[in-house]
């Protein structure tokens, strides 16, 4: 089981997306401003510019839009794209101080989305304190010339997810609603990997559980687990009602093109919650028979306690017996008496070690 789960990680490990920090628009280590990058036909404009020239020469050409990527910005680096893009103050203090829940909300025609990413944390054994599922945030607010995106947290990049869609150009022609439906469907094949990742976990839990070397320590594991099953669910569960909000209702920007995409990506979203149900159920079942199984346990060793206290309580009581110090007791004076108590004792206990051998109490 240990190597089959060296291999897997090894794979997870191979086919990590990573963010390519040598791209021509990388803003510097240090800037909250990862990316600004006009769009126009599908096709990206090269050369570096400020957020309000991104946005003159997306307006000016007609049909573009302009694409600012920001990670983890203060108050102050957010209020200036507020003011240029007419974001509301309500949905930027979201957008800054993060820990929200996922949602879509809709001021005036823009647009302001809030998925919870989620990240596997590798570790080479399940414990009462491994961290296995980590979270952040990505901010989403979709104009009609524009998108910009915030992110929380140390995972969740959107870098890969913007230079395939570059090879997609007849997809980003679509405009701010195409990117909003990537970003969707990126962070819940992210779900999807994760998922993945615990049901190994889950899988090495239950082998455990039900090994003959099981130890009683495993509970300590199990509800680490369920705890971070559960604050998986928390990033998964409540984004359904967003989705489907998308994909059924008229949104500004939303084609019904569009909404067909999101409606695909609902589907998913319900197949993955449907296995975090299964999994917390599957571990609480785990939970309860390792219950079971202590209690067994306990009540093996109670038996035999009990065994060898009734067959210590043979020769206890015949010594305590003959310790009385009285004049007149039976056999005292008898040549033999030591010996065949001796043997009554031996028989005894003998006799009831054999019986409770017999009946599985040793």
């Known amino acids: 089981m240990s190597i089959v789960r060296t291999l897997r990680q090894a794979v997870r490990r191979t086919h990590r997306r990573t963010v390519d920090l040598s791209h021509p628009a990388r803003s510097p280590l240090g800037s909250s401003v990862v990316n600004c990058v006009v769009y126009r036909e599908g096709a990206r404009r090269h050369g570096d510019c400020t957020a309000e020239e991104a946005l003159r020469r997306a307006r000016r050409s007609g049909g573009g839009f302009v694409w600012i990527g920001l990670h983890e910005p203060d108050q102050e680096e957010l209020s200036g794209l507020a003011e240029l893009f007419g974001l509301h103050p309500l949905a930027v203090e979201d957008a800054v101080h993060a820990h929200q829940r996922p949602k879509v909300e809709q001021y005036d025609d823009t647009l ?156 998913h979203l319900e197949r993955i919650t449907e296995q975090i149900a299964s999994f917390d159920a599957l571990l609480d079942s ?44 039976p056999e005292l004076r008898w040549t033999y008496g030591y010996p065949v108590v001796l043997g009554v004792i031996a028989v005894s206990c003998f006799l009831l070690h054999r019986g409770f051998r017999r009946n599985g109490w040793l």
């Not at 594991?221 to 059924?248: N, W």
């Not at 109670?302 to 007791?329: E, Q």
Request: glycine share 6%.
């Open 286 to 329: 785990i939970l309860q028979a390792h219950l079971a199984q202590v209690t067994v346990a306990q009540n093996e060793d109670m038996r035999k306690i009990t065994a060898w206290a009734a067959i210590v309580a043979v020769p206890t009581m015949v010594c305590g017996m003959y310790g009385m110090n009285f004049d007149h007791m």
């Open 112 to 267: 302001f989305a809030v998925f919870k990413t989620v990240r596997y944390v590798e570790h080479a054994e399940l414990t009462a304190t491994s961290e296995v599922v980590d979270t952040g945030e990505i901010m989403v607010f979709t104009g009609p010339d524009f998108v910009i995106t915030i992110r929380h947290g140390r995972h969740g990049s959107l870098g890969p997810l913007r230079e395939t869609l570059e090879t997609v150009p007849e997809q980003l022609a679509k405009g701010p609603a195409a990117v909003l439906h990537a970003i969707a469907d990126h962070v819940v094949d992210d779900y999807l990997a994760v998922v993945d990742a615990v049901r190994n976990d889950l899988d090495a839990m239950e082998s455990a559980v039900f090994s003959e070397h099981a130890g009683r320590g495993d509970a300590g594991r199990i509800y680490q687990l369920k705890r971070e099953l559960l604050e998986l669910k928390r990033a998964v569960a409540p984004l359904d009602r967003p989705l489907r909000r998308l994909a059924t209702q008229p949104m500004p920007h939303i084609a019904p093109d569009i909404r067909a995409y999101f409606r695909d990506v609902t589907d």
